[in-house]
């Protein structure tokens, strides 16, 4: 299910909870093919239980203005389509194997299969916008253009001579942050939000989109998988170096050599992964890292100061703490 954010206000808590119904209705109604393999395959993410966090930045920004505006809910099946559809094509780039507590689609069926997977999500959702209009069609190509850059640099890493914390956080922004802002900003628009209230939601949403991954980062090594539904150490196995990583490698301590020599690179060797990352689990690093997420989701509450003193506002300075202690 959801996100569990505490929202304080009954109408604002009947307006969100009608609005995800909305959305899982278009949500199922966009995907649905008369291929059986896709029609299975992409349903496979879509109900396997995912948090919904962008659809719900979308209905909470639009909840500044009129919430049940007519392109709120398309808006918000858009963000989540194109979410899911970067899953498919993500979890065959990390090889990764379980994804919401399922096998991913590139465990389930094969590489092919899940990229198509992807590529028809996000052709659902290009559907989905033609409706919404020029505006919104632009905001989400630019993100998309966003999301292939980050996951493109990601794999590429840091040029040489280049500092890889601010390397790391730029691919953070692009790939994971762009999509979240987005979110914020078509709900907005939609919603018909004050020009200067869009962008003061959109940085919100850049903002706590850095805390978000961030924290995922941090899943990914302290994580349950039984809770993530996601395998842990999926990253030092593909050698994607996450801020936890960089903060050891910068420290280096006296003691950490062993640390360091294994996650000098990507980890083929089952015992060799789960030393590294009980290892990382104990070190510091993991604590600079805590904070790093912090200020971010700080940050993001302090943006909203100039909105509105209205529910929505209250449930996104919630969603700021949701996001920095999430186990999933
Ligand atoms: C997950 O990161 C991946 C992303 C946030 C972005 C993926 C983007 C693309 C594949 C390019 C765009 C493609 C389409 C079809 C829109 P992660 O691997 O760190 O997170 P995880 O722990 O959830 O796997
Ligand atoms: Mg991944
Ligand atoms: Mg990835």
Not at 117 to 145: E, H, N, W
Not at 202 to 223: K, N, P, S, T, W
Not at 271 to 289: F, I, T, V
């Amino acid at each position: 299910g959801g996100l569990g954010i505490p929202v304080v206000d009954a109408d604002l808590e009947q307006a969100l909870s009608a609005g995800l119904d909305d959305v899982e209705g278009r949500l199922l109604a966009a995907i649905k093919s008369d291929d059986e393999v896709l029609d299975e395959a992409s349903r496979h993410l879509v109900t396997a239980g995912g948090k919904r966090f962008r659809p719900t930045l979308t209905l909470l920004a639009a909840a500044f203005g009129d919430v049940d505006g007519p392109g709120v809910a398309p808006a918000a099946a858009v963000v989540e389509l194109t979410h899911v559809a970067s899953l498919y094509h993500d979890d065959v780039m990390d090889e990764a194997e379980l994804r919401r507590g399922a096998p991913s689609a590139n465990a389930r069926w094969d590489n092919t299969v899940a990229i198509l997977t992807g590529d028809y999500l996000f052709a659902c959702a290009s559907v989905l916008l033609a409706d919404l209009g020029p505006d919104s069609v632009r905001i989400q190509a630019k993100t998309y253009q966003r999301l292939v850059q980050g996951q493109l640099r990601e794999t590429v890493g840091p040029a040489a001579g280049t500092d890889p914390v601010e390397h790391y956080l730029s691919v953070l922004s692009d790939k994971t942050a762009s999509l979240i802002a987005a979110s914020a900003r078509l709900g907005a628009l939609h919603g018909g939000v004050a020009a200067e209230d869009v962008e003061v939601l959109a940085r919100y949403g850049e903002r706590v989109g850095m805390a978000f991954q961030l924290a995922d980062d941090l899943l990914d090594i302290a994580g349950e998988s039984a809770i993530s539904g996601k395998r842990p150490g999926t990253d030092l196995r593909e050698g994607v170096a996450t801020l936890p990583v960089l903060y050891a490698r910068r420290s280096a301590r006296p003691g950490d050599e062993r640390l360091l020599e294994l996650i000098s690179g990507p980890i083929t060797d089952d015992d060799a992964h789960a030393e590294a990352l009980a290892l990382l689990r104990e070190h510091p690093a993991m604590s600079e890292a805590r904070d790093e997420v912090r200020r971010w989701a700080d940050d993001a509450r302090t943006t909203l100061a100039t909105l509105p003193d209205v529910p929505a506002r209250r449930a996104l300075e919630a969603l700021c703490d949701t996001v920095v202690t999430r186990t999933r």
